[in-house]
C-alpha cells in the first residue's frame, strides 16, 4: 500500500499564485519530511525539509506546513514564477529503521506556473 | 565537484535480454542508494550500500535484480533476465553523511523493456 499520499497529481497556477501541495502519511515512525524538486531530464533535488517538532518551516518563497495529529504536511510555494514548473515529490524517512537513506516518496505533483 | 553520473541515459532492450545500470556517487560519499520510478508511480526505494555492503535490499523487486559496488566506488545494477514490468527510470543517489538526510540524485537511467 502507498505510504504516502500525495495531491494534487498536477496543479497550474499563474505566475504570482500561490501553489499548494498536500500529502499525508500513515506511518507514525516517519520522523523527517524532506520535499524534492525535480526539473525534466534531471534527478531529484531537496528542496526543504522538516522535522515533527515544529509546525513550520519557511526558506524563501518555500514553506512546509506539518500537523502531526493529523499525519499532514504540505508545500506552500508563494508568487510562484515560470520557473517553479517542476514536479515535487514529498517524502518521508524512519530514522530510526535500517537506513537513513530509505526515503518513503509521494506519486508527485507535476506544477506549471504560467507567465 | 562531479555530481551523482549514471549511464546509460536510456536503454531499450527485450524481453528477456539483459541490461546493466552503472552509476558514480559523488566522490568520497560511502551512502550510495538505488530508486526505481515506474510510469506515473511513485519513486520506490531499491537498496542502499555503505561502501561496498549492502545496508538494506529490501526493496529489490526479485531475485532478477543483481546490485554490486566492488570496491566502494561505482555500482552496477543488473537486470537479468529483463521483464515488461522492469521499465522504468531507475535512479541512483549519494550522500555523505549516514543520517543528514539529503541524498544527492543522478539523472537516472531510463529503461524500457519491449
Known amino acids: 500500500q502507498q505510504q504516502v499520499k500525495q495531491s494534487p497529481q498536477s496543479l497550474i497556477v499563474q505566475k504570482g499564485g500561490i501553489s499548494i501541495i498536500n500529502c499525508a502519511y500513515e506511518n507514525t515512525a516517519f520522523d523527517y519530511f524532506p520535499w524534492y524538486q525535480q526539473f525534466p531530464g534531471k534527478g531529484p533535488a531537496l528542496l526543504i525539509a522538516i522535522r515533527p517538532d515544529v509546525s513550520e518551516k519557511k526558506e524563501g518563497r518555500f514553506t512546509i506546513s506539518f500537523n502531526k495529529s493529523a499525519k499532514q504536511f504540505s508545500l506552500h510555494i508563494m508568487d510562484s514564477q515560470p520557473g517553479d514548473s517542476a514536479t515535487y515529490f514529498c517524502a518521508a524517512i524512519d530514522a530510526g529503521g535500517t537506513s537513513y537513506g530509505k526515503l518513503t516518496f509521494g506519486q508527485g505533483t507535476i506544477l506549471t506556473v504560467h507567465p | 565537484e562531479a555530481g551523482v553520473t549514471q549511464f546509460p541515459s536510456h536503454s531499450v532492450i527485450e524481453k528477456g535480454q539483459t541490461v546493466t545500470l552503472r552509476c558514480d556517487p559523488i566522490s568520497g560519499h560511502d551512502n550510495l542508494y538505488w530508486y526505481r520510478r515506474v510510469m506515473g508511480k511513485e519513486i520506490k526505494f531499491l537498496l542502499h550500500?555503505?561502501?561496498?555492503?549492502?545496508?538494506?535490499e529490501s526493496g529489490m523487486p526479485n531475485n532478477r535484480f543483481l546490485a554490486e559496488r566492488t570496491g566502494g566506488t561505482y555500482s552496477t545494477l543488473k537486470v537479468q533476465p529483463a521483464e515488461l514490468e522492469d521499465s522504468g527510470v531507475y535512479f541512483c543517489?549519494?550522500?555523505?553523511?549516514?543520517?543528514?538526510?539529503?541524498?544527492?540524485f543522478g539523472e537516472g537511467s531510463r529503461l524500457t523493456v519491449l
Open positions: 550500500f555503505v561502501k561496498e555492503s549492502k545496508q538494506d
Open positions: 543517489a549519494s550522500s555523505q553523511v549516514y543520517g543528514t538526510g539529503e541524498l544527492f
